[in-house]
Every structure is written in structure tokens, then in C-alpha cells.
């Protein structure tokens, strides 16, 4: 019985002008990560399930694609465990591998182990597909393009200003308008969680506020009252997040709301340097917005942490985000190594793109010259024909077989090649070629001779 052909869930095709538009919005990416000084690195697909839980927190660790044993260790499962309702013991047993759930845990792991080959601070980019066991839903894939650039070995705020610009530049090439891009500082939630009586529980108090766009400010007040959160407290963040207007506004106000919490208080201060800064270079085409109720929900950022939100007449999520990290390589027993990462979503970002028309339209991998076939008799010399074109650089095609010359027209014009070359037998007897403009129809003959120059 034959195999149904389906996809995966959360995996897609993509077709020739699909990956001709792919390549480039990653040759923008490429060449703005290399304008800003990152260099490339690749890692592998897979890492050590080790080297991927514990980092992201709860919910993230739940979205890791674990790689079932192979062979004869897959006998070593510990059923025990699973009867006992110990499933992490028990995916241990029966797990040792998994597909890398994003870019910068891999990252770190990389620094750590060639830190003696690298040169700090140390400038890389990574292009490169990663996989999370999420629900696929529009602008949201389980394989999927990330997109980093990450600084480690400076704690400088300069690598702060540097990536809200490289943000800016990227986008302004795209000629994406309408971008936002959302700040907040996780000293600063530390500080409001302290504000609440909550300084053990910045872990659950940020996982909640970070679903503010998924349920609502209510959601999220009542997320946080069935982890205990008090009435007293739930009544000072709902009034903390009606904060509004400039971000010197609001950090101002914060500044006197933290008066007594020195983190929070260091936040402020790193975000009012870092926009003071921006003044001097303004972005060209992002709007930079400070929002309290951002929190990205990942577990190892500690300061500056930054969103990208998509112009509003689109419907798409996140469209990109990061942050500062003083610790991630510290897993790895690499220590006081601080950092700084930004991922551009390229998935959504293409969506983005490809809803609102921005990739140009002669964007396209297809040949630029068909020659046809006309038989046995010229068959030579249209390969011989073909030969030469490809060393100019030119791209072309032959068409394999005999067929009816308006079947083989039709077949350009379905493919959107724009030129034909004809050789048949009155072009072979005057030593010549003819070339037909698929657009207009137009048909000129030429000599053998001259094919580069007419062509090129």
C-alpha cells in the first residue's frame, strides 16, 4: 500500500521562488551581521539533552525535541521510573540527544568549549534551523529559521546600542516600516517583584506577565492570584502596568516607585543610558518603545531585554527579540563570561514581507534562455550552444526532448524564462541562430558567432 505523501506537522515545502526569496532576505541577514563585525559560525543540529534543559525553564524544556536512544541503549530505558510517574528520570533513560530548541544555549556551549581559540569580545552570527515541540499555527513552525547575532566577553551597554541599531539597519533595508521595537530590563522586573514581596518568585511572576498578549491583563492577575500573589500586590501591578506614554516618562515614574530597590533602580539607569545614547544616532526606520509588561520568559536573561513587534496592519507575533545574559556560559564552567543576543524571526519576518509585497518581484532562480530541441540534426550545436552560454555565467537550458515547438514555448512561458534560442534546420544551413522574446514575441536571427554578445 502506498505511503501517503503528508508533512509533518509544523514543517512546510518550499518551492523554487519560495527558496529564491528565502535566500534573499538570509543574504540581507548575512550582509548587515557582517557590516556590524559578527562573524559566522555553524553548530550542530543536535546537542547533548543535558546541554538543553534546565536553561530555558519549565515550559521551554517541555518544547525540546528529545532524540530517542538508538540500538541496544534504547534497551537500558528505566520502565521503573515510569511506573513511578518519574518522567524526566525516565526520558533520561531512553534520551540522550536532542534537536536544539534555539541558537544561543548552543552558543554558549560553543564559546566555552573553544574559548581558548577565540578572540573576546567575541562577535558571531548564526543562520541556522532549530526545532520546538510547539502547536503549529500561522507565523509559528516546529522547524524553523533562527537568525542570531551575539557579543560575549564585554559587559559594555555600547553592545546594547549596537543591537537595537542593527535591528534598525536590517529592517530599513528590507524597507519594513511600522516596526517596533519593545524594551524593558529584567533588574527592573526584578525590582517591581521585590516592589510586591515577591523576590522568590520572579521566576513564576515573569512567565505570567509574559503571556500579557496571550490572556490579557486579567489573565495575568488572575494567573499570578492562583500562585498566591496577594490582593495588595495584585493591586500595585495592575497599576504599574497602566504606566504609559514616552519611556523618560515612565522611567521616571519607576525611578521613584524603586527609590528603595538598588536593582531596580540599576535597570532604570542602564535604559535611560542606552536611550540618551540613541538620541546622538536616531533610528532610521524603527520605532523604540519602553514596555514594563515585556518579560521573555526565558530564564537567563538579566538585563536588557528587547521584543520586535510587527506594523500593526499585519496580524503576526514577535518578529524577533533578545537580550543581555551575564551567566549562560556559566552552565558550561566558563564563568563571569556577560553577553548579549538578538534573534530575527525568519519565518515571520518572510511572512511579514510577503503579505505587504516587499520582496522584489523579479525575484526568481529560473533560467534566463531555453534552447530548443529540434532533433538529432542540430542537437550538437545547440549543446555545443549551451556549453558556451554556462561559461559566460549565463543561466540557460536545453529541452530534453523532441517535441512540438509550441509545447516547448508553452514550457517557457510556465517557467517565466524570457528568451528562446531557435536552431533548425534553415538556421543550421546559414550558420545561424534565432532569438524569440517570450514577452513581446519579437524573433531576430543572429550569427553562431556573436551568441555571447547577443545573449550576455
Known amino acids: 500500500m502506498p505511503i501517503k505523501p503528508i508533512l509533518p506537522k509544523g514543517t512546510r515545502d518550499f518551492s523554487a521562488l519560495e527558496v529564491a526569496r528565502r535566500d534573499f532576505l538570509k543574504e540581507i541577514l548575512k550582509r548587515n551581521f557582517e557590516l556590524f563585525g559578527f562573524q559566522p559560525i555553524e553548530t550542530p ?27 541496544d541503549k534504547i534497551k537500558k530505558a528505566n520502565t521503573a521510573a515510569l511506573e513511578e510517574g518519574a518522567d524526566s528520570a525516565f526520558i533520561r533513560s531512553i534520551s540522550e540527544k536532542a534537536l536544539r530548541y534555539d541558537l544561543t544555549v548552543p552558543f554558549a556551549r560553543y564559546v566555552a568549549q573553544h574559548q581558548s581559540d577565540l578572540t573576546f569580545p567575541f562577535r558571531r552570527y548564526q543562520i541556522q534551523p532549530v526545532w520546538r515541540a510547539d502547536r503549529p499555527q500561522h507565523g509559528r513552525f516546529q522547524e524553523f529559521y533562527q537568525c542570531d547575532a551575539d ?67 486579567k489573565g495575568v492577575l488572575d494567573e499570578l492570584a492562583s500562585k498566591g500573589f496577594g490582593a495588595k500586590a495584585l493591586d500595585l501591578l495592575e497599576n504599574l502596568l497602566a504606566l504609559s506614554g514616552p519611556a ?13 530597590q ?47 513587534s510587527a506594523p500593526e496592519k499585519v496580524k503576526m507575533g514577535s518578529l524577533g527579540g533578545g537580550g ?21 524571526g525568519f519565518e515571520r519576518i518572510y511572512l511579514v514581507m510577503e503579505t505587504l509585497g516587499c520582496f522584489p518581484e523579479t525575484l526568481n532562480s529560473n533560467a534566463k534562455v531555453l534552447i530548443a530541441n529540434f532533433g538529432e540534426a542540430s542537437n550538437r550545436i545547440a549543446y555545443e550552444c549551451l556549453y558556451r552560454l554556462r561559461k559566460q555565467g549565463i543561466s540557460c537550458e536545453f529541452y530534453p526532448t523532441e517535441a512540438k515547438l509550441k509545447k516547448q514555448l508553452a514550457y517557457a512561458n510556465t517557467k517565466k524564462i524570457p528568451q528562446v534560442i531557435l536552431i533548425g534546420t534553415s538556421e543550421l544551413t546559414q550558420n545561424q541562430f534565432v532569438v524569440k522574446n517570450m514577452e513581446t514575441g519579437a524573433q531576430h536571427a543572429h550569427p553562431l558567432e556573436t551568441l555571447e554578445s547577443v545573449l550576455a
Open 262 to 308: 538598588p536593582e531596580g533602580l540599576e535597570g532604570v539607569n542602564e535604559l535611560k543610558f542606552i536611550l540618551s545614547q540613541l538620541e546622538f544616532t536616531p533610528l532610521e526606520t524603527t520605532t523604540l518603545n519602553f514596555d514594563l509588561s515585556l518579560a521573555r520568559g526565558l530564564h537567563y536573561y538579566t538585563g536588557m531585554i528587547i521584543e520586535v
Open 45 to 71: 543540529s543536535f546537542e547533548r539533552l543535558e546541554t538543553l534543559t534546565g536553561v530555558y525553564g519549565e515550559e521551554g524544556d517541555r518544547l525540546v525535541f528529545k532524540i530517542l536512544n538508538s540500538g
Open 324 to 344: 543581555r545574559y551575564d551567566d549562560l556560559t556559566g552552565t558550561f564552567g566558563l564563568k563571569e563570561m556577560s553577553g548579549i543576543g538578538i534573534s530575527f
Open 151 to 217: 557579543s560575549v566577553g564585554a559587559r559594555s551597554l555600547w553592545q546594547e546600542i549596537e543591537m537595537i541599531s542593527l535591528y534598525d539597519r536590517v529592517f530599513s533595508e528590507l524597507k519594513l516600516e511600522g516596526i517596533t521595537l519593545e524594551i524593558n530590563h529584567r533588574k527592573i522586573l526584578a525590582g517591581v517583584a521585590a516592589l510586591l514581596g515577591a523576590e522568590s518568585e520572579l521566576s513564576q511572576f515573569t512567565i505570567a506577565l509574559d503571556k500579557l498578549d496571550k490572556i490579557g491583563k
Open 248 to 260: 523618560e516618562k515612565q522611567l521616571k515614574a519607576l525611578e521613584t516607585l524603586l527609590k528603595e
